[in-house]
Structures are given as C-alpha cells and as structure tokens.
C-alpha cells in the first residue's frame, strides 16, 4: 500500500507510522516530493488499513496489489505528463493526448554532424534531439563513441534549435560528466533495464529518464525496474518499447506493439516507442512508427542520419531526413483522426509579450489575436470589442490552424466561437479543446449577431440564387433562407462569404454577413436583420498557449469568475448526479454542461462544464484546484481547460 503523508507531518508522527508498519512485516521506502510525501509500504496486506489511516500524519492510504506500486493505475489514476523545459522557455511534454518525437543519429560523431542532423529533425518536427555519447558495442572493437566531447556537440546542436537532448547512460559513473554537460534526459538502453543499482542512482536526480525495455523482458519486469526509478526520488519516468528478442530473424526484434494497450491499464506512466531498434532496417521502420502512433504511443523516437552510409553505428536503420519528415508529415495527418495533436518547438520569440494590464493598454497594438475567416468577420469584430487597440487580428483559414499557430507561438491568443444563442454549440472547438492540452482559456466575450444580406450591385432579391456564409450564419438565418428558397454554400466564415461574392461578382450569389463587410468587399446591402431571432449572441473564448514558461494571461485587473473544465465519469449508474453534486456542494453554478464522445473510446464520454465562480471567494484559482481535488472521487478524468474574467 501506498500512505500518503499530510504537509504538515512531524518527525514523531512518520516515527510512529513507520513503526506500525514495521510491526506488520512492511518493508517500507520513503518518497519526497514536491507536493507530498508518501510512504511505499510493500508486504502482504494482513491488516486493517484503516489502523494506517486513523494515525495522526497521515493523508490517506491507496492499498494497491501490484508488486509495482508507484508505477501502478491504483496508486495514480491520472496519466502522468513528463515535462521537459528547452532554452527557449517552452515545456515540452510527453503524455496525455500529444505526440512526440525525438530524433538524431545513434552516435555523436562529429560537431558538423550534430549541427546538420539537428537542423534537419527540427525543421521536420522533432522536439527533442537523440544521440549517443558513450556506445559500448557488442564488438570490442567497433565504435565506442566520443565520450565528453560528444556530450558538448549533442548540447550544442541542441540549444542551437531548442531542443532538449537525450543520451544514454550506460554506467553510473558518467552522471557527473552528464549532469554538468547539461544532459535533459537520461536513457537507459534494453540491456541496463535491470541494472537495479544504475537505476536507483539515476532516480536520484530527480531528471526525466526514458526506460527501454530489456531485450527479453516481460511487462511486470519492466515496471519493477520503472518502480527503482521512481521510488528513488524522480517521478519523470517515460516508458520506451523497442521490441523483444523472439525466434523471428527478418528483423532486429520483433516490435511488441500489444504492450501499449496492455501498459495504458496497467500504469499512468507515458509511452513511446523506438521502430529503428525495434526493426534495425530503414525502409521497414515508417509504418512501424506510424503504427505505434495509431496504437496509442505518447511519441516516437528514431535514428536519423544525414548521411547514413557513412554512420558509425546501426548505419542500416538510421533514417534519411527525407524520410523522417514523411513520417512526420504522416503522423500530422493521423493525429485528428485519434484525438491527438502532434508536439512542436515553438519559434524563438525576439521579445517577450507584455501582458494587457493597466497602462499598458495605452501603448499601441503589441499582440497577435488569430481569427478564423477574412476581414470583417464577427471574430475580428469581438477581438476589437475584447482587446479594444492592444491586439492585431490576425487571418486564418480554419479554428484548427488557430489552435495550431496558438500552440506553435506564431500568435499570442486565438479567438474562438464555442457557442450560439441560437444555433447552439460549435462543436469543432469543443473537440479541438480536448486535442490541444497546451492550450487555456484566458479570457471570454459575447457580442450581438446582426446578420445582412450583401450582394454585388444591380443585385434584388429575386435575382439571387446562391448565399455562401459560415454554416452558423446559414442556421440563424434559415428563416429567409427558406423563404425566397436560396440555396446555400458554406464558407470558413461569414466574411469569407462575402469576399467570395465580392469576387465573383454575379448578381445571382448573395453573402449573409456583418454589414460592415459591404464597404470591405464592395458590396450592397439588401436586408439587414435578417436572422431568426433578434437575440442572436456568440460567445467567444480567447486562448493562449500554457506550456511556456511566461504563458500569457488576460485576466487584467479583474478577479477570474469563470472556470471552464471536462471531465469523464465512471461507467456506473448515477455518476453523471454524483459527479453533479460535487458541483453544487461547491456552490457552483452549471452555465452549460455539454457532452462530446472521446476519440477511440466508443460509447466513452467528456462533459464539457462552465461554471460562474461564487463572488465571495477571495482566490478563484485556488478554489478550483481544491474543487478539482474533491471531484477526482467522482470523475475519471478532469483537465481545467482555464479559470478567466467573463
């Protein structure tokens, strides 16, 4: 079982758990963290937990069966995120519902050639940079790696491009050399996974370290090694399935890709998977990688060589860069299709943001603000209402693409419609929300929808055919539509519309728009207030980025009285008004509670949750945190999507 210790424990009251527990025949670890500190009491469980329970100091107990217990689902429900910050600020990290991948050759050879592989991962997609400084080999006499001056080049290709690099350790002697060569990650390769004592020196620093699995180990045994790591201090531990050793000779190993499944059961701790020494040949290791991806791998890590007939090491699995950025691009076309978004390095910002507080308003524009569709659309209109002259608006073509360009630091904030007074939800973002877990909300504005009806001059009523407008345009206004029986086009956004029927200039297509978009694309209005309800309103969210490390805020001078999170319940009878009743014991008013199916879990559900945080409480983030804490007894999942002024 696992005890975990309240903040406040004293010596004398973890002397008198630790004697308990002794007394019972547990032979116990103690671990500190950040947060807490918990007791991993490992024997047969012959005792009443609730003797442990009851004893002052103590938080609560989690009795877990596994012989593994801080690597077990029991212990931690929750995935684990492994965050990895690079010299550019971000927070690359690994888990939950992003892919990543890191790349590199297999051994350091030269400074040239870490500067030229790493140049060409990154401008493919990788976010981390892989290579080895120190290669013991099964022959005695081939390449044994470069040692501290391979360190020096892995660090510098990486810093050079923002990524954080990888290398593995191979003895326990060379972590000083590592630590002060600035190694992010420590791997340890298949056949030092059960090097018990390398494993619980390494657990004590604390850093992230990716665990191979052993050449012919099975699942349990790979969680026991993954359990040294963890119980020695570091809770940064990442999973990687390189294949097994089988009968099977085609290939290097045999890839065991059931073990990710199995694993996601199992443990909270993320998953990713190595095709190259896995397959150990070049043209079977795509399909592979993207095959990992499918099967619900966290990321990717392969060998890529710039000149792979001239490698050291593994020269036949070592990838082309023009490979590795097919993969890419092929993982880039899987991910919506699995509820994923694919992990990118950020762009080197020349000069931070300033936040939107104070005085600061006055200064001319500072900030870019995405929106979806062309000038003149209602987005562009609720960044000038939100923003007033501080921000830019900024084109896109899709609300993907501005979640894209959110996450990859290319603007600031996105402006994102999420629901209609009268057309109701825009569901694409509600989904997009669950795939971009780098992305918050930080701020919201509603604004009035007064649709016209444009059309090029000469154009009448009678004359027009076709409206082109945003499908939420086409639905509030449906009324009209129907009645002079226009059929109708659907376009990214209103003012798209109307920039379309500007150009075609054809008095037979007419766009349902702002009225302000006819003097933007020459256009006439004909009607004006044409919706179906005159109380037509869009609510919009403003978002921003969250894994860097001065993410930006709106929350100006006004105290956030907004939350917005999903959460997923359990499959049973009345957890929906279980899970409810949190709410309301919290004093939380429900403004909208909608339900979206998850990606790969069919008949498996989020329920999307804004909330108005009560008037009274003196510090609204640390109220949700504490209500989240509370809800986690009910609900399966929980991911607070922001705390905002409204």
Known sequence: MVIVLKNDVSENEKKNIKTLLKSKNFKINEVKGDESTILAAVGRLAMDIREVEVLPGVAKVVPISKPYKLASREFKPENTVVEIPNNRGQIIRIGGSRIVSIAGPCAVESREQMLEAAAAVSASGAVMLRGGAYKPRTSPYAFQGLGEEGLKYLKEAGEKYGLPVVTEIVDAEYIPVMESNGVDVYQVGARNMQNFELLKRLGKLGKPVILKRGLCATIQEWLMSAEYLLSSGTDKVILCERGIRTYETATRNTLDLSSIPVLRSLTHLPVIVDPSHAVGVRDKIPPMALAAVAAGADGIIVEVHCHPEQALSDAAQALYPEQFEKIMRDVEALAPVIGKQVAHIRAEEKTEPK??????????????????????????????????????????????????????????????????????????????????????????????????????????????????????????????IKKYGYKTVDTVSTATGAELVGEKNDISCAAIANARNAKLYGLNVLRQGIENDPNNYTRFVIIAANHTKNSPKLLGEQKPNRATLMFSTKNEAGALYDTLGVFKNAKLSMNRLESRPIAGKPWKYWFYSDVVIPSDVKNPVKYIDDFINVLKSNAEDIRLLGVYYE
């Open 355 to 480: 936040s939107l507080q104070g005085e600061e308003k006055k200064d001319s524009k500072r900030v870019l603000c995405a929106f979806s569709g062309k000038k003149g659309a209602y987005a562009e209109q609720a960044i000038f209402n939100y923003f007033e002259d501080v921000a830019e608006p900024v084109e896109a073509d899709s609300f993907d693409e501005i979640f894209q360009e959110v996450v990859d630091g290319k603007v600031q904030y996105g402006m994102i419609p999420i629901e209609n007074s009268t057309a109701g939800s825009v569901y694409n973002n509600y989904d997009n929300l669950t795939r971009y877990e780098d992305i918050s909300i930080v701020g919201a504005v509603t604004i009035r929808v007064e649709h016209s009806l444009l059309a090029p001059k000469g154009a009448t009523l009678e004359s027009i055919k076709h409206v082109y407008s945003h499908p939420q345009g086409l639905a509030q206004c449906s009324n009209f």
